[in-house]
């Protein structure tokens, strides 16, 4: 059946004046649908909010968007207990060339789309990790959010398509560890969790926020900073953040391996109690 949805209606074309295609002027949000439910929205609504007061289109309403949604996921047949959808805002059309005036009026698509869980095995032993050659770049105006422009990250991804990794993490100009081409990375050290910054590069994860609000309400070291390249071998855990997949430990990035720890299956356990399904072990 079809997966993309204007008004509740299937789609198959856009015109070829989008300024999302011509120029990649727009936004989007993946979001995970569990038992019905979209999971994380507030969250995903307050990203989606900063883009567009960022790129100068129109907000639309929160109730319009979550309507979409869930028509599309009834529109194409997928199961609600546990299915994936995508929000993807454009300027829409105009003239040739790149201004534009702000408050533009976007173009609102909403695709739904079949999805399975990571097998258990993942969540219980670890995945494996590869360092990825494209770089971010750093200082970039739309570090945190999710324009349509994912070329390094497209970059990232196909350099670890022919390995047997699970996901690439990139890194900046100065060999810190940014995040994975689709999600944000933990590094746990002496008990101390830590993320990297996303205000010069990267993606503000939902699953990345949802799981700092926890850990810093139960108390435990959460920081926000970097871990360069050279610090990786000092690390004792490492896990990542996915708003579909919600957080899994990783056991191996080139010859560096780690156990899945205890303070990795800590915040696995407080997860799966905020929510999180993917994460009860």
């Not at 990203?47 to 319009?64: A, F, H, Q």
């Not at 009834?74 to 300027?91: D, E, N, R």
Request: a negative charge; glycine letters at 8%.
């Amino acid at each position: 059946m079809n997966s993309w949805y204007v008004n509740g209606e299937a789609v198959e074309h856009l015109a070829v004046d989008d300024r999302g295609l011509q120029y990649g002027d727009g936004l989007f949000e993946t979001i995970a649908i569990r038992n019905g439910e979209a999971r994380l929205w507030s969250k995903h609504m307050e990203r989606l909010n900063k883009g567009c007061e960022l790129l100068g289109i129109v907000m639309p309403t929160e109730s319009d968007l979550h309507a979409g949604v869930m028509q599309a996921v009834t529109a194409s047949g997928v199961l609600p207990a546990y299915a994936v959808t995508k929000i993807i805002l454009t300027a829409g059309t105009s003239l040739r060339g790149y201004g534009r005036q702000r408050d533009q009026l976007p173009f609102v698509l909403f695709g739904a789309f079949a999805a399975t869980p990571p097998p258990a095995v993942s969540y219980q032993n670890g995945i494996e990790v590869a360092l990825c050659e494209t770089r971010l770049a750093s200082n970039s105006a739309f570090a945190g959010i999710k324009t349509l422009n994912r070329l390094e990250q497209v970059l990232a991804r196909s350099e670890i398509m022919a390995t047997d990794a699970y996901e690439g993490l990139t890194m900046d100009a100065d060999d810190n560890i940014i995040c994975g081409t689709m999600s944000n990375v933990f590094f746990v050290q002496n008990k101390t969790i830590s993320t990297a910054p996303v205000d010069r590069s990267g993606v503000s994860g939902v699953m990345r926020r949802h799981a700092i609000d926890v850990l810093r309400k139960q108390e435990l070291d959460t920081r926000l900073q970097y871990t360069d390249l050279p610090s990786l071998g000092d690390v004792e855990e490492v896990f990542l953040s996915n708003s579909q997949f919600g957080v899994m430990p990783v056991n191996r990035c080139g010859e560096r391996t780690w156990s899945v720890g205890p303070v990795t299956r800590k915040v696995m356990s407080l997860l799966a109690e905020a929510g999180i399904d993917e994460c009860r072990l």
